[in-house]
Nanobody, 121 residues
Framework: QLVESGGGLVQPGGSLRLSCAAS????????VGWFRQAPGKEREGVSC????????YYADSVKGRFTISRDNAKNTVYLQMNSLKPEDTAVYYC????????????????WGQGTQVTVSS
């Protein structure tokens, strides 16, 4: 099971840190990705972290503002989001799987329930 937390309402330019906590399996055995879906839009990949070598992926829209990281001791992956913009408003989901299926194709059998991020003044 994956559980996201840390969403909320923040003003433009603000920061949030999302958490993706796993239970029932070891998260560092898997690539973990963050995805988001805004109303009326398709789900898009935001960031991914690979299991074996820690390779990272960021969507162009978040490069330089978002940082993905792991805490294996806590079985948790984080998404630090800085300099937030109104267009970052969406439900954010984490997912776990293989690098190819998850991070390159956006496919996974393991998804969290999502956490709402709203960026507004």
């Amino acid at each position: 099971q994956l559980v996201e937390s840390g969403g909320g309402l923040v003003q433009p330019g603000g920061s949030l840190r999302l958490s993706c906590a796993a239970s029932g399996f070891t998260l560092d055995d898997y690539a973990v990705g963050w995805f988001r879906q805004a109303p009326g839009k398709e789900r898009e990949g935001v960031s991914c972290i690979r299991a074996d070598d820690g390779s990272l992926y960021y969507a162009d829209s978040v490069k330089g503002r978002f940082t993905i990281s792991r805490d294996n001791a806590k079985n948790t992956v984080y998404l630090q989001m800085n300099s937030l913009k109104p267009e970052d408003t969406a439900v954010y989901y984490c997912a776990a799987g293989s690098w190819i299926r998850l991070c390159l194709r956006g496919v996974s059998d393991y998804w969290g329930q999502g956490t709402q991020v709203t960026v507004s003044s």
